[in-house]
């Protein structure tokens, strides 16, 4: 599902009226009713709580309007405020239209100008059960006034249910920053399409659960502008890629090649080896350093485990002549023959490779400068330290992390998984997907060793890095998920999260 910025969605908006000839208030008032059902859906009780409904005096204000009326006529009982501080207290069009049809109704309207005005609203608000924020959407355009602001915070302290329409006022949709004040929301509703804010910055913390509302908008609409941002979505677990024919054999699903474990670490091996191979590899080969050897191979007879003493090219050489991508880091360790072993990687075949945990600490170590040259695809899995130490000196807190990886892809034309609380995966054209798909099931040992295994086997059998590494964020997303309910989120192991992709995987067929 696209993710969208206040300019596309504007541009989406613009082109939905003047190209595909919606007249705007259709638009308003499909977007109406759609909230209104999903306040219904959302509280069973909606009929016995007493509603306020705060207007600005744009269409999200209108928006406002329209499903106010929508509910007073089910019979709820509705009250509306309408805060417009603006000289001449203009309002948008479509904003006046739903004002005219409201006031000719039995609804209780109430117009707030300044800051002496407040006083009812702050009384009603401590009789309230349910506030719906219609106050501003894509439309901010800059800080808000001190009156908006002092609504914002009476609401806040009130520790009331309130629902957005399109975004919890004060959010900026583009990056999730709040200048001054922000409406904090039980439930937000997105109009046609989320916005890259519920994501990035105070977003995650002000939106609470986001639904996404269909007011009309044909999909075409969307797919007509380049939006580059994507939201990972339970959808996206699904492997893109054709039923396996009868006649197959091993082959055609890829040779992955993993280079990972070391003493103390021989789990990190082995855990992304069996994540590689439940997510489809046809074939899956350990090099790992010989005092693990057996600890990785007796564990996994389905992989084909290689002894190493590091350094070791001839051995690199053997599974560069065999593996079709190639899997560097989980458990690695950091000493100098490995520092080697990447060097030696990196100057040698065509594979994709993709570097996690250990191998971004040895890619920092050697520095980035040559990979705009490399003459393989790159995958690189850091969790936020690891991203640190790889940006040094360039890190910089205040961008987003949507922003920060999309920066960082392009730069060094890599495939960037920056996991997290909402994972981003960005693509060195400038593609990047935010997950939605999260469990805290997730933050255990080995969890970042299971998708970099994932990742891996996909890329092995015929996906595009980018798509590969979107379908198993999403996966591992869902396999978290599911382990939460099975396991707790405290008990689950990373090793659950394995048996849970042959279930998310045959579901998805
Ligand atoms: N267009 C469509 O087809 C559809 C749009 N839809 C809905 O419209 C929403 C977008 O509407 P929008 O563009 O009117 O913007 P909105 O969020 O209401 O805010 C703008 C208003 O607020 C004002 N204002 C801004 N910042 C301010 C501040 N800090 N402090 C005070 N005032 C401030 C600004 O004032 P101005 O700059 O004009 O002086 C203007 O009056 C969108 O989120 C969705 O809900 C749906 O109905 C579906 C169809
Ligand atoms: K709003």
Redesign the pocket.
């Known amino acids: 599902m696209y993710l969208v910025n206040r300019q596309e ?2 541009e989406i ?2 082109r ?2 003047d190209q595909w000839r ?1 007249p ?1 208030l259709i ?2 008032e ?3 009713r759609s909230i209104t059902e999903a306040l219904f859906e959302t509280y069973e009780d909606l009929m016995d709580r007493r509603i306020i409904v705060l207007c ?8 406002g309007l ?1 499903v106010a009326r929508m509910l007073h006529l089910k019979g709820a009982k509705v009250a509306v405020y309408i805060v ?3 000289s001449d207290q ?3 069009i ?2 006046g239209v739903n004002r005219e049809i409201i006031d000719h109704l039995s609804i209780r309207v109430f117009d707030i100008h300044r800051e002496g005005q407040l006083r009812l609203l702050k009384a009603n608000l401590n009789h309230c059960d349910l506030l719906i924020d ?12 001190a009156l ?1 602001t002092e609504i914002i915070d009476i609401a806040n302290e009130r520790d009331l249910p309130v629902v957005a ?3 919890p006022s004060g959010l900026n ?1 583009d990056n999730g920053q709040v200048e001054g004040a922000v409406l904090e929301c039980t439930d937000t509703l997105a ?2 399409l989320p916005k890259v804010g519920f994501y990035a910055g105070r977003g995650p913390d002000v939106c609470g659960r986001v639904q996404v509302l269909d ?1 009309g908008i044909p999909s075409e609409v969307a797919d007509s502008l380049a939006v580059k941002t994507s939201l990972l979505t339970a959808a996206d677990a699904k492997v893109k890629k054709d039923k396996r024919p009868a006649d197959c054999y091993k082959h055609q699903f890829g040779h992955v090649g993993i280079i990972a474990g070391s003493v103390g670490m021989s789990g990190a091996a082995v855990l992304t080896a069996q994540a590689a191979l439940r997510t489809g590899a046809g074939l899956v080969s350990v090099l790992a350093d010989k005092r693990i050897f057996h600890a990785v191979s007796t564990v996994m007879p389905e992989a084909m485990v290689r002894p190493v003493q590091w350094p070791s090219p001839s051995a690199l050489d053997w599974l560069l002549a065999r593996a079709n991508v190639l899997c560097l880091g989980p458990g690695l360790g950091l000493d100098e023959a490995k520092e080697e072993t990447l060097r030696y990687l990196l100057d040698h075949g065509d594979q994709p490779l993709v570097l996690d945990a250990d191998g971004l600490t040895l890619l920092a170590r050697l520095g980035l400068d040559g990979l705009k040259e490399a003459s393989r695809e790159l995958i690189l899995t850091p969790h936020p330290g690891e991203f640190k130490r790889l940006c040094g000196e360039s890190h910089d807190p205040k961008v987003s992390r949507l922003e920060a990886a999309r920066a960082f892809a392009e730069k060094y034309r890599v495939t960037l998984v920056l996991k997290g609380f909402q994972t981003v995966v960005a693509a060195a054209d400038g593609r990047a997907a935010v997950n939605s798909i999260n469990s805290p099931a997730l933050a255990t040992a080995g969890a970042g060793d299971v998708l970099a295994g994932m990742i891996t086997a996909l890329i092995g059998q015929g996906l595009s890095p980018f798509e590969a590494a979107t379908t198993a964020v999403a996966l591992h997303g869902q396999c978290g998920r599911n382990c939460a309910d099975i396991y707790g989120e405290d008990s689950t192991l990373a090793g659950d999260l394995i048996q849970e992709i042959a279930k998310e995987l045959r579901r998805g067929k």
């Open positions: 969605m504007k908006d613009a939905a009226i919606f705007s638009l308003m499909n977007a109406a600005g005096p744009g269409n999200n204000g209108g928006d329209a417009n501080e603006s203009k309002t948008s479509d904003h219609a106050l501003f959407g894509v439309g901010l355009d800059r800080p808000l006034s908006v329409i399109d975004c949709a109009l046609t007011i």
